[in-house]
C-alpha cells in the first residue's frame, strides 16, 4: 500500500481501505483461482496494482466516463483504476468465467459500485466506450482489431478517446506491424522500481 501512496496521494479514506484490502483479498482467492502467478502474489502492489495505475499517471477521466478493461483477467488494469476514478464506469470483460467470478468477489468485497463485468469475447459485447484499458493480453495489432469498433468518438479532458494498452519490452516491431501510431509514455520515468524498466502505457486515438 505504501508504493501507491509515494506515487499518488488526495485518496479518500474509503478509496485508502479498497487499496488496502487487495492484498488480502488477492491471496485468498488465488489459492482458489489461480489469476496471480503465485511467485508474484507478495509482489501485488508494485506488479499488478501499480502497473495497472501507470494509466492515472498519464491522464484523468472525466466522471461519468465509460471504460472498458479488455482481457481484464484477475481485474488488472480494471480493479485498481476502478477505485482510483470511483466516478467513471468500468466494464471488465473476459472470456475465462472462473476469473470473472475473482473479480466479482473482489469488487463486492470493496463495494465497488461502478464495475460490471461480462463473460463473452470482447468481439461480442454491446455498447460503446470511451477508452478501452488493457494489459498486455495480445499483439497490439489484434488489441486495436478488437476494440476499435467499440469505441466512441469524442474527446475525454486530456485525451481523445482511444485506446489505453500497458505494454513491456522491445515495441518497435509490435508497434510497425499494428498499422497505429500510438504515443507512448515509459513508466520507468515516473515509477522508480526495477520493475518498471521497459514497461509503457500506449494510447491509440479513435
Known amino acids: 500500500m505504501e508504493i ?50 501507470g494509466i492515472a499517471s498519464i491522464t484523468d477521466f472525466d466522471d461519468g466516463t465509460k471504460i472498458l478493461d479488455l482481457g481484464t483477467g484477475g481485474g488488472f488494469p480494471g480493479i485498481p483504476l476502478a477505485i482510483f476514478f470511483p466516478e467513471v464506469e468500468f466494464t471488465l470483460v473476459d472470456r475465462t468465467k472462473k476469473k470473472l467470478k475473482v473479480v466479482d468477489a473482489v469488487s463486492e468485497a470493496l463495494s465497488l459500485k ?17 477508452f478501452v484499458t488493457c494489459r498486455a ?33 522491445d515495441l518497435h516491431m509490435e508497434i510497425s506491424e499494428s498499422g497505429t501510431s500510438p504515443m507512448v509514455w515509459e513508466l520507468g520515468a515516473t515509477f522508480k522500481e526495477e520493475y518498471f524498466k521497459e514497461k509503457y502505457v500506449l494510447y491509440v486515438r479513435r
Open 137 to 169: 493480453v495480445a499483439p497490439l495489432k489484434q488489441i486495436w482489431d478488437w476494440s476499435k469498433s467499440k469505441i466512441s468518438k469524442g474527446s475525454n479532458r486530456d485525451l481523445d478517446n482511444g485506446l489505453l494498452c500497458l505494454k513491456g519490452g
Open 114 to 130: 461502478n464495475v460490471k463485468t461480462i463473460w463473452s469475447r470482447v468481439e461480442d459485447v454491446d455498447g460503446q466506450f470511451d
Open 4 to 53: 501507491i501512496e509515494s506515487y499518488f496521494s488526495d485518496f479518500s479514506d474509503q478509496q485508502k481501505q479498497q487499496f488496502a484490502q487487495l492484498f488480502d483479498l488477492y491471496k485468498e482467492w488465488n489459492e482458489k483461482i489461480n489469476v496471480i502467478s503465485r511467485r508474484d502474489i507478495d509482489s501485488l502492489y508494485e506488479n499488478h496494482v501499480l502497473h495497472s495505475l
